[in-house]
């Protein structure tokens, strides 16, 4: 039996030049995400043909777990601090049920 949960699939598009900076500021919202209620995964990888495109794969339990992370103080500010970087405003991320798989619970 599967358990569905909230999956995200988004991709962020740095200025030119600033891909890690900005890959830096979303590893660190995965180091706050680590006690957050409900994540099971916060992923961040760069495009391997383009270093300014980056790409987030988030797994939560619930959608309502997803919107309360973000309400958080410390990820409310370190999004604030991120946004210059952006070379466009994110597209709206693919939702997805997330059915289980390798190193999910």
């Known amino acids: 039996m599967s358990i569905t949960k ?3 699939f988004g ?3 740095a200025l030119p030049g600033q891909g890690q900076a900005l890959a ?3 590893l660190e ?3 706050l995400l680590h006690t957050a209620s409900g994540c099971q995964l916060y992923l961040v990888s760069t495009d391997v043909t383009d270093a300014d495109t980056i790409w987030v794969t988030e797994v939560w339990d619930t959608k309502e777990d997803h919107d309360r992370s973000l309400q958080a103080p410390a990820i ?3 999004i604030g601090r991120a946004m210059p970087l952006l070379a466009e405003r994110p597209e709206p991320g693919m939702t997805v049920n997330v059915l289980g798989g390798k190193g999910l619970a």
Do not use: C, P
Request: aromatic residues 14%; hydrophobic residues 45%; without cysteine.
């Open 6 to 8: 909230y999956g995200l």
């Open 11 to 13: 991709k962020l598009k």
């Open 24 to 26: 830096d500021f979303l």
């Open 29 to 31: 919202a995965a180091r």
């Open 76 to 78: 409310r500010e370190l």
